[in-house]
């Protein structure tokens, strides 16, 4: 369907052999990404690598990413970190669950993937008190915020007075000031305990992604690459990697709270492999293929990004027999095709066992399942976000048995969009300890 949003022509895709001609057979046509005023202000003039230009200065930046930060090998270094905050988040609910309070589940999965991410990415904890902690949180909320509005200016420059006169424009330079201000602060510290390191002599095992960046900075030739992009790249991480990420365990769970014989299975799986050992490892997760099935399930039904991430074409192109012009905007409508049931048998309906005797994935093969994009500018981020999705599930239903709070017999499945596709209301739940 060609529409046109004020000046710019925009593309929607709504089928899978539509989404595999633009993302495969025309994948190099549709690299490129629209301009928004927006990330220009919050993002370095868009110097971060979900919304730069296609072109050399995008490819350095992806494959330092994709080489250095989101690789398997760097992924997997990272099982402590997420070990640890899951069973941090089982003791956090603990403390709830003796009360019988209901639980704001959304709430949980936020903050424990903000952890995750901190430490991995910042090297530690930004949130419940400390130095900068709140500070940080509260800057991050309001750039994921900025981040996902339209400015309108974007589709009618000629309207873009308004978007001065709403304060908006003012509010992300704000915001991204501020945030420079903070990263300027982590940079540094991160500098004074290198050297620190350096001189005593240690070596620290794990390196948080500034160490890394720091590293190939210092190694870097024949590239443009500074302290301005590094800072860019650092924010993608949470704008890309944060909402996503966490809004897939929120719609996991509305959905199992909904339906207690898909949870009664998750759990005997998760409790067969763990025992009564305690905390799971990522070593566990290896045995769970219904973790995994109610997890692809779910982004199938509620992808975080259902229209994915804007793409624009760079040069004119016949589609389907239709002129396509350059400059094009396409939004690939990820949910329609995910529902389509040409491809879907009760596509509406949540069965994960769909995916238990099937090959089909998210890796950006099978387009009629694409939450995470394909080709070029496909989310490098899958093994991080599923790394982090399928411990902090499985440790949440191996330790509780859950229950919809006595307030909210129904689970709303009411959506609101903000950088990725959330609950519109926080969800709840009352937690009663299995092991005890
Ligand atoms: C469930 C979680 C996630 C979902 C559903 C998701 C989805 C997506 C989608 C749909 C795109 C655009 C793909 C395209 O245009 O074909 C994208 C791009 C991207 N994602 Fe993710 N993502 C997730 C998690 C992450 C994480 C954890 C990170 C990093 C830590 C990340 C980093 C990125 C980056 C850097 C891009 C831009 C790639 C480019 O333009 O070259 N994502 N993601």
């Known amino acids: 369907m060609l529409l ?91 403390e709830f669950a003796s009360s019988s309070v209901p639980l704001n589940l959304s709430e949980i999965f936020s903050g424990v993937t ?12 930004y949130r419940g008190g400390g130095e900068g902690c709140n500070k940080f949180q509260e800057l991050l909320l309001e750039f994921g915020e900025l981040l996902g509005t339209i400015s309108i200016g974007d589709y009618i420059p000629w309207l873009s007075w308004l978007n001065k006169i709403d304060g908006s424009y003012k509010r992300a330079s704000r915001v991204a000031k501020r945030l420079d201000e903070f990263l ?39 590239f443009e690459f500074d302290t301005i992009t590094m800072k860019a790249i650092l924010l993608d991480m949470f704008a890309a990697g944060t909402d996503t990420t966490y809004t897939v365990l929120e719609w996991a769970m509305a959905e199992l709270l909904k339906r207690p014989a898909v949870m009664h299975k998750l759990q005997d799986e998760v409790r067969t492999v763990v025992g009564n050992r305690g905390n799971i490892t990522e070593q566990d997760l290896v045995h769970m293929n219904y973790l995994k099935a109610v997890i692809k399930e779910t982004l199938r039904l509620h992808p975080s990004l259902p229209v994915l991430v804007p793409r624009e074409s760079t040069k004119g192109i016949k589609l389907n027999g239709y002129d396509i012009e350059a400059g094009t905007q396409v939004l690939v409508n990820a949910w329609a095709v995910a529902t389509d049931p040409k491809c879907w048998d009760q596509p509406l309906e949540f069965k994960p066992e769909r995916f238990l005797n099937s090959s089909v994935d998210f890796k950006g093969c099978d387009f009629q399942f694409i939450p995470f994009g394909a080709g070029r500018r496909g989310c490098p981020g899958v093994q991080f976000a599923t790394a982090v999705d399928e411990i902090v599930l499985a440790t949440l239903v191996h330790h509780f048995d859950w229950d919809l709070s006595a307030a909210s017999k129904e689970v709303d499945m009411s959506e609101t969009h903000g950088l990725a596709l959330h609950l519109k209301s926080p969800l709840l739940a009352i937690a009663t300890p299995y092991y005890e």
């Open 4 to 94: 046109h949003f004020g000046n710019v022509p925009v593309l929607v895709v709504s089928s899978a052999d539509m989404a595999e001609e633009v993302m495969k057979t025309h994948d190099l046509v549709f690299s490129n990404r629209p301009r928004r005023k927006m990330s220009d202000i919050l993002l370095y003039d868009s110097k971060d690598i979900a919304n730069s230009a296609y072109g050399e200065y995008w490819r350095q930046m992806r494959s330092l990413a994709v080489l250095h930060l989101l690789s398997n090998k760097r992924v997997q270094s990272y099982s402590r970190v997420r070990e640890e905050e899951a069973a941090r988040m089982v003791e956090t609910i603990k």
């Open 114 to 125: 903000n952890d995750i991410v901190c430490r991995i990415a910042l090297g530690r904890r």
């Open 184 to 222: 300027d602060q982590v940079i540094a510290e991160h500098v004074g305990s290198c050297k620190r390191k350096e001189q005593e002599g240690l070596t620290d095992n794990v390196d948080d992604f500034v160490d890394v960046l720091l590293s190939v900075t210092s190694n870097a030739v024949g």
